[in-house]
């Protein structure tokens, strides 16, 4: 068998942990590692699962998105909004898998902005926030939908990562990325090819692990140039992660998790007391904060040292090889 992601020879006795029917391996070439089978994920599994269990928040849950009354960016979105990524002229921007369109908010007050996501909710609560490109496909339908059309950025957040077939994915990236075209995203940063032993780590969510050796090797091997590779900061995760918690207050208001029924008076008056309780987020934090890293500190410390890795995203952006600096 060969590595999705450099193609080098993996031996198929040499995997270094197993999960569920899925083998984990770690690539002496490239420095990445990957879960196989790349197989068996579908949409489904965003509409509940990804319960990250340390940390007690549903990151890559649908629900999560859908349900936040403040469409914030996130940490990993932040380092592309530098001044030298702004465009000097008009310039157009495409986010594959743009989820309830946070970014693509930011990112409009300087380009023409189009978002896909196959989550049908998530796009119409894009639209509701005001974005109207934001369409429900996948990058191959969005492209056979739309020959020809090309953009000057292409952006995808904590989605490589998910990518059955990582190398696929990237080509269909250049299909709609001009010729000087740049490109910018995250995902998890490992600090050794070992997966985490978290829910939202394991496939079918994420079936590749990047070290920052092995985002570069895939990025200069898919033709890029010009990679710059930033950790993001892992405490902002942390109090984020440390908001309110909505566990309780669903229990308190007898909201099921996958409810979105935004028309009954118990919901909205859930919605209500979790906006109380974002208000008074700030005070609790000062609190909460410290003490929940004292009691989750041993389950991190666990972790970290059985994968000797960190729980922190990694942004990357890199120009097509032989595009002209600049937009
Ligand atoms: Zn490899």
Redesign the pocket.
């Known amino acids: 068998m060969e590595?999705p992601?450099?193609q080098?020879r993996i031996d198929e006795k040499a995997f270094t942990k197993s999960h569920e029917s899925y083998k984990f391996y770690p690539?002496p070439?490239?420095g990445?590692g990957f879960w196989w089978p790349l197989s068996g994920q579908s949409s489904d599994i965003y509409d509940l699962k990804g319960t990250n269990s340390v940390l007690g928040t549903t990151q890559e849950s649908y629900f999560y998105r859908h349900n936040e009354e403040v469409l914030k960016l996130d940490e990993y979105h932040k380092p592309f909004f530098r001044e030298g990524n702004m465009p000097k002229r008009p310039a157009t921007l495409i986010d594959v898998g743009c989820a309830e369109g946070a970014f693509l908010r930011q990112a409009q007050k300087y380009f023409d902005v189009t978002g896909i996501d196959f989550d049908e909710h998530s796009v119409s609560v894009a639209r509701k926030a005001g974005l109207s490109n934001v369409y429900c496909a996948s990058l191959e339908q969005f492209a056979r939908d739309n020959p020809g059309k090309k953009f000057d950025v292409v952006t995808f957040f904590e989605v490589l990562e998910h990518q059955q077939d990582p190398t696929g994915f990237v080509r269909g990236v250049k299909g709609i990325l001009k010729d000087d075209g740049m490109i910018a995203g995250s995902v998890p940063l490992h600090m050794n090819p070992e997966p985490i032993a978290l829910d939202g780590d394991l496939p079918p969510h994420h079936f590749l692990i990047f070290t920052k050796a092995g985002l570069r090797h895939f990025l200069e091997k898919m033709g890029f140039s010009e990679i710059e590779i930033s950790e993001v900061f892992a405490g902002e995760q942390m109090r984020r992660a440390s908001g309110v918690n909505t566990t309780l207050l669903k229990k308190a208001f007898f909201i099921k998790d996958n409810e979105t029924s935004e028309s009954s008076l118990r919901f909205r008056a859930y919605m209500q007391a979790r906006k109380l309780a974002r208000l008074s987020l700030p005070l609790v934090n000062a609190v909460f904060v410290p003490l929940r890293m004292m009691t989750k500190k041993k389950d991190i410390e666990k972790i970290t040292e059985e994968s000797k890795a960190q729980f922190i995203p990694m942004y990357f952006q890199a120009k097509r090889k032989g595009g002209s600096a600049g937009l």
């Open positions: 590595c992601l450099c080098g690539c070439t490239c990445a």
